[in-house]
């Protein structure tokens, strides 16, 4: 079992930075696949960056060269820097950690936090 928690979220002006990080209770090494995704009111929930046990990151065209995510998987730990905000990025941001073995899945979420892009 895992349990991830969330934090960096605010308020921030267009144009500015924030700093996710996402803390993990168990060990993610051994898991392929960690998030970040998020969700507007009305909208979906989205992927927005992720990143392999290995440190492959990929990300949604909406924020290539603004975000980076990265992973240290001795702290357990995920963040996601994000540069150059946009009022649309305006959302809660969810971590979220997968692993597929065969047929069986494991995926764990966090509570969220908020970020909100305003001037």
């Known amino acids: 079992q895992v349990q991830l928690v969330e934090s960096g979220g605010g308020l921030v002006r267009p144009g500015g930075s924030l700093r996710l990080s996402c803390a993990a209770s168990?060990?993610?090494?051994?898991?392929?696949?960690m998030g970040w995704y998020r969700q507007s009111p009305g909208n979906q929930r989205e992927l927005v960056a992720r990143?392999?046990?290995?440190?492959?990151?990929g990300y949604v065209d909406s924020v290539k060269c603004r975000f980076t995510i990265s992973r240290d998987n001795a702290k357990n730990t995920v963040n996601l820097q994000m540069n150059s905000l946009k009022p649309e990025d305006t959302a809660v941001y969810y971590c979220n950690a997968k692993r597929t073995i065969g047929t069986i899945v494991n995926d764990y979420w966090g509570q969220g936090t908020q970020v909100t892009v305003s001037s």
């Open positions: 990143i392999t046990s290995g440190g492959s990151p």
């Open positions: 168990g060990s993610i090494s051994s898991m392929y696949v």
